[in-house]
């Protein structure tokens, strides 16, 4: 059975027909220029009768009305075939070379398409033969052709040997068809490099494969060709080193990144005349790589800049192959919208941007490239982001090869340029409309493997961001007005706020070490999250890190947030004072945050545990505080009586004055005691001027009151034990009139100094005329009370065996009052207990009466005594730390 015939020709083969009646060109000639003629839309809209007519008429003008029978010599045929590359946008040599295998000429990408046109010969010896020297060839046998692209290590044909007779297809479909195995072959070599692309840039992020990634100098980082030209470069550009590179690259690999082509194109555009001719004398002069491609000679012409795949580049480039030269670019735009050449120029003018002829074709070299770029790497950033990377760096290239006229109108006309018009012309969006596309961030989808991409990764724009946010944050940028920097966040708002002292490092060291520790967690939390996590109140959070404020009211609000009830913490401390050279780490458990002291300077401080005392830290002495981990052990920072001998040398150096000094039981000498208020008032001279006149006098006063105050308690008992606890702190001040005596050894301690006494009633018949004696410390007690309300602290008197009466009930009592002395916050002193106990055996009786029952003396709280929950002192001041263990491997629940 015959095959059957279509009845129904198309509109183009109708025209066709009657093209090849009137012209006699041949049907299949005159049906390829009525299909070349509907690619390139030069036929009418509607094909209807009068339409093929039109068409008919058209066509018949544009040629010779008898057939061509088409090339038979080798130039001729390689001519043919470089024009019709050339109606794709392709640049190409002008001239073919006699090579191994017959005429070559380049075409295409950087070094070209390499198009060979030689004559069969079996008996070939390997010599050079003209293919249209009859001498040297047979022009009998057909010509073949064979296409590499580039230096051989990309064949684009899939003919037996790589060769094509030139017979069998017409010059223009071999063309075509070469062109669309170009685009086929270099978007496979870009998705199989997809693996391999593990380097991030370290400016934007993207990842490529590493060697895709280029320096703009010898020294310099490698980048994507998105950021070469950004800001954040550390070098200039150093054109012919780029410009071998680049040229290499784009010459050996088929998959090299399409922003390298734009790059190149760009520069050779706005760096001069006779841009080629100069490197190659400065490449010669270095004795390196000795020349550089055509394009950067003829930037137009010679540049090629890589397209999207037909389905996905923009319609004004669907007549165009796989890449084009910049010319056949701007065309294409030209003919899109003749209206936009001049739109650019007004946008120019209005943003103070002074138009060149180069800034046209350059914005387009960068839209396009980076718009395929984008389509090769669907899961790279969008070419919005080189808008962002034309900050300065087109205008650090180095001369002689620098940028001619202003640099600046070239980076700010090509930011217009892009960001508002040819970008959006061709993404069909603006910068603002960009869709949010998750295959474009790592990681961010399930068929994802690749990891997410983290603020590490652009490490030079990173580092640099960071450093800058970090320095505002910080508050150490340059030339800035001093004030509480972002980083401290807010301040305590207690009715007393205002009043907080400073908490300003003691000393250059400490200043040093907590400037150092800010900045390791700022930037530790910059890199986490970003600039809205770096903030002391994240650093506490997230690392457990806690570096005081140098602002009073915000190191107190940070203290009482931070650390709670018994926080166990370790703490870079430089000692009381800052005595110590260097700091020493010690871990002590937070008692209480005291946004107030009673010393002569009024500064917040901390009430800390470690393990046998308690004592106080002041917040300028301290470094940094971490969060301890579970199980770490307290350091034992100051000796007690039961290990006076054994000092642990590692929590406290041996330079610490006065480290045994409360420890051995001695009472302060009449000298010490003199000196002690001495080198108080003299400080307050400095502070107060003639003031310290009212201290003397107001401490003078308040000691004689207490004397009363504690004379009535110890009146009618037999003996009275008194505990006097002494907030003694340094009072060294530079003075004029030389230094003084050093202070007694345990002034310098930095915890409370403890006196224990005894009040004993006389016998009548000793004949001394006192009712009550102090022992060996008569003659010292004055002088310690004015010592007492001077510095300020408790005193504690425990009234024992009644002289006089019967007890009540006949039980005996125990008895204990308690005094606070203000000492430099007041000059006064105030009861804050008192506890008289009747029935031992039962702490709830109501016998027993306690003024202030959640009270616990402080020399009992330094032994490790405390109150569990809704214990009372009732409970003979509840449980000592350490018990706990005891009780739980005896198995017991009760109280201690």
């Known amino acids: 059975m015959s095959p059957k015939h279509n009845t129904h020709p198309t509109n183009r083969q109708q025209i066709a027909k009657a093209l090849n009646a009137q012209t006699r060109m041949g049907y299949q000639r005159a049906l390829q220029r009525v299909v070349d003629a509907a690619e390139k839309g030069l036929l009418p809209e509607v094909l209807d009768e009068a339409g093929r007519a039109e068409a008919v008429r058209l066509l018949a003008e544009r040629g010779a009305v008898e057939p061509d029978p088409g090339p038979s010599l080798a130039k001729d045929y390689l001519k043919a075939l470089v024009e019709e590359f050339r109606r794709l946008g392709w640049g190409a040599g002008d001239e073919a070379d006699l090579e191994f295998f017959g005429l070559t000429a380049y075409a295409g990408p950087v070094a070209g398409l390499s198009l060979s046109v030689g004559r069969a010969d079996d008996e070939d010896d390997g010599e050079e033969r003209d293919p249209d020297d009859p001498e040297q060839s047979d022009l009998a046998k057909p010509l073949y052709l064979m296409a590499m692209c580039p230096a051989g290590n990309a064949t684009v044909d899939d003919f037996e040997d790589g060769l094509a007779d030139c017979s069998t297809e017409p010059v223009r479909t071999t063309a075509r068809r070469l062109d669309s195995e170009l685009g086929r072959t270099r978007l496979a070599r870009v998705q199989g490099m997809e693996e391999h692309s593990s380097t991030p840039c370290p400016i934007c992020g993207d990842r490529y494969p590493e060697h895709h990634l280029l320096g703009n100098s010898p020294s310099a980082t490698p980048v994507c060709p998105a950021c070469i030209f950004d800001g ?8 012919p080193y780029l410009a071998v590179r680049l040229d290499r690259l784009l010459h050996e690999d088929l998959s090299a990144p399409a922003g390298w082509d734009a790059v190149a194109a760009v520069l050779a ?10 490197l190659d004398r400065e490449l010669r002069e270095r004795g390196g790589w000795p020349f550089v491609m055509e394009r950067w000679g003829e930037p137009l012409t010679r540049s090629w800049i890589w397209l999207p795949a037909p389905a996905d580049r923009h319609p004004m480039f669907r007549h165009l192959g796989a890449g084009a030269n910049l010319a056949a670019l701007v065309d294409a735009v030209d003919r899109h919208d003749p209206t936009a050449r001049t739109a650019a120029k007004t946008m120019c003018r209005e943003a103070d941007v002074r138009w060149r002829d180069a800034l046209w074709p350059a914005a387009i070299a960068f839209a396009v490239a980076l718009t395929t770029q984008a389509c090769e790497r669907d899961r790279h950033r969008t070419p919005y982001h080189l808008v962002h990377s034309l900050s300065d760096g087109i205008g650090q290239v180095m001369k002689p ?16 340029l892009l960001e508002y018009q040819l970008l959006p012309m061709l993404l069909g969006h603006s910068l603002d409309e960009e869709p949010d596309d998750p295959r474009r961030r790592y990681g961010a989808q399930d068929d994802d493997e690749r990891p997410a991409a983290t603020r590490a990764d652009a490490r030079i724009s990173h580092s640099i ?11 150490t940028l340059p030339f800035t007005p001093s004030g509480v920097p972002a980083w401290d966040g807010a301040p305590v708002t207690e009715p007393d706020a205002e009043g907080v002292g400073s908490t300003a490092p003691a000393g250059e060291p400490c200043a040093a070490l907590r400037a150092e520790a800010r900045q390791q967690a700022a930037e530790t939390l910059y890199d986490a999250g970003g600039p809205l996590m770096v903030d002391a109140d994240h650093a506490w959070t997230r690392d457990g890190w806690w570096i005081p404020s140098d602002h009073g009211r915000h190191a107190v609000r940070q203290a009482q947030q931070y650390l709670g009830s018994r926080t166990r913490v370790l703490a870079l401390w430089y000692g009381p004072g800052a005595q110590f050279p260097e700091p020493v780490q010690v871990c002590v458990e937070v008692t209480d945050v005291h946004p ?14 470690d393990g046998h005392s308690v004592f106080g830290m002041t917040l300028p002495d301290l470094a940094l505080v971490r969060r301890a981990e579970p199980g770490e052990e307290l350091t034992q920072v100051w000796p007690t009586r039961d290990d006076a001998d054994h000092q642990d040398a590692a929590a406290v150096p041996d330079a610490l004055p006065g480290a045994s000094g409360t420890a051995d039981g001695t009472h302060p000498t009449a000298e010490e005691l003199s000196l002690l208020t001495d080198r108080f008032l003299h400080l307050a001279g400095h502070r107060l001027g003639e003031g310290w006149k009212s201290v003397d006098e107001k401490a003078y006063a308040a000691h004689q009151r207490l004397e009363k105050a504690l004379e009535a308690e110890y009146t009618g008992f037999a003996a009275t034990s008194v505990k006097v606890w002494i907030n003694l702190f340094d009072t060294t001040h530079p003075c004029p009139s030389g230094p003084g005596l050093p202070l007694p050894a345990y002034a310098l301690t930095g915890k409370p100094y403890e006196v224990e006494l005894t009040v004993h009633a006389h016998d009548p018949s000793c004949g001394c005329g006192q009712e009550y004696g102090f022992g060996e410390f008569s003659e010292r007690v004055c002088q310690l009370l004015i010592v007492l309300c001077l510095y300020g602290g408790l005193i504690e008197a425990h009234p024992m065996v009644e002289t006089a009466g019967t007890p009540e009930d006949g039980r005996a009592a125990l008895r204990d009052i308690t005094w606070e002395v203000d000492g430099p916050d007041g000059y006064d002193f105030r009861e804050v207990q008192r506890r008289v106990i009747r029935d031992v055996t039962d702490a709830d009786s109501p016998l027993n009466t306690d003024t202030n029952p959640a009270y616990i003396p402080p020399y009992m709280a330094a032994d ?25 491997e005896r198995g017991a629940d009760g109280p201690a």
């Open 864 to 888: 490790g005594w405390y109150l569990p929950e809704g214990g009372t002192s009732m409970m003979f001041h509840g449980r000592r730390h350490g018990d706990e263990d005891e009780l739980e």
């Open 269 to 278: 555009l706005v760096c001069g005349a006779n841009l080629r001719g100069r």
């Open 232 to 239: 954040d470069q550390r070098y200039r550009t150093d054109l």
């Open 401 to 416: 090869f620098a940028v001619t006229g202003d640099a600046s109108n070239v980076e700010s006309g090509l930011t217009e």
């Open 465 to 475: 961001d960071r450093a800058n946010q970090v320095a505002v944050i910080l508050g």
């Open 596 to 609: 107030r002291s009673t010393g002569p300077v009024d500064v917040p401080w901390l009430s800390v545990w």
